[in-house]
């Protein structure tokens, strides 16, 4: 039976055709997509996210692919997030960082800052190949609440952004990217510590961080925040937890942002 079943309020939902997977070799990847528009898009998207839904672009979409049901999409619950000693060490790493929120407008510094991290670490990947047209279809290309969360070091260089949905019951992380020359300050966890932080502030209970595949090792991080939640055919279920870390280690406010 397919996780994903149509909803009310959705007119149309597409199947593309079978492809070859981009993360499990061997595999076909079929998705059920629908368009996000008119004047329900924000409602829309945030039913079909709370359905395990992804947004790309116009589109919601989530897997239907004929063999496999290796992608579990994932969310964590924002305001009881515990930090690992590790977390807690990047968190302080990174506490010279400037993060604001920009409206959803690509810039060629952004541009520059992308094209970099997929020379890096997926240039294999399709994405190796956008040129700034396509890097802008990426950021601009939304019919629903969404802002890039830009991140700057002291010298107010351009090091991280992440672009970022709004939902009524939380923030969605549709990508993000960085200078991997700062391995040692671990932003990709800063990133998603802050959008967690960040969702807490607001009131809102989860932060979505997209699908997770157990054998995939570049998603193998996503785990690492807990308590987690992913979407199965029973609706969201709470993972098994690692070992959990004292209530004293909940992360201090971050650093006020301008």
């Known amino acids: ?20 997977c981009p993360y499990l ?4 990847e079929r998705r059920l997509v629908t368009e996000l528009a008119g004047r329900d898009a ?26 496999c049901d290796a992608c579990l999409a994932l969310r964590v619950v ?24 920009k409206e959803p407008v ?7 800052l992308f094209e970099a991290y997929q020379r890096s670490r997926h240039s294999d990947g399709d994405m ?9 279809a990426l950021i601009e290309d939304t019919s629903v609440r969404t802002w890039v969360a830009e991140f700057r070091d002291a010298d107010g260089c351009l090091i991280g952004a992440c672009l970022t949905d709004v939902l009524n019951d939380g923030l969605s992380a549709v990508y993000s990217f960085f200078d991997t020359a700062t391995r040692a300050r671990g932003l990709g966890n800063y990133v998603v510590m802050r959008l967690i932080g960040e969702a807490a502030r607001r ?11 157990v054998n995939c090792r570049k998603m193998s991080y996503k ?10 055919p029973d609706g969201w279920q709470t993972l098994p937890p690692d070992p959990m870390p004292p209530p004293s280690s909940r992360l201090p406010p971050p650093p006020t942002d301008r």
């Not at 070799?25 to 076909?28: E, F, K, N, S």
């Not at 690509?106 to 520059?112: D, G, L």
Request: net charge positive; proline share 9%; aromatic share 16%.
């Open 78 to 101: 924002a305001d009881e997030f515990m930090p690992s000693r590790t977390q807690r060490r990047i968190w302080k790493r990174n506490g010279d960082l400037d993060v604001a929120e």
């Open 42 to 67: 924000d409602q829309l998207h945030d039913n079909l996210s709370r359905a395990g839904f992804r947004r790309s672009h116009g589109i919601a979409y989530a897997p239907a692919c004929p063999h």
């Open 128 to 136: 190796a190949r956008m040129d700034f047209f396509d890097y802008r």
């Open 223 to 232: 785990t690492r925040f807990r308590p987690l939640e992913g979407f199965t």
């Open 25 to 28: 070799a061997g595999q076909v």
């Open 1 to 20: 039976a397919m996780k994903h079943s149509p909803l009310p309020g959705v007119r149309f939902f597409f199947s593309t055709p079978p492809m070859p």
């Open 203 to 213: 009131g809102l209970p989860y932060t979505y961080l997209g699908y997770w595949i």
């Open 106 to 112: 690509a810039t060629t510094e952004q541009y520059a």
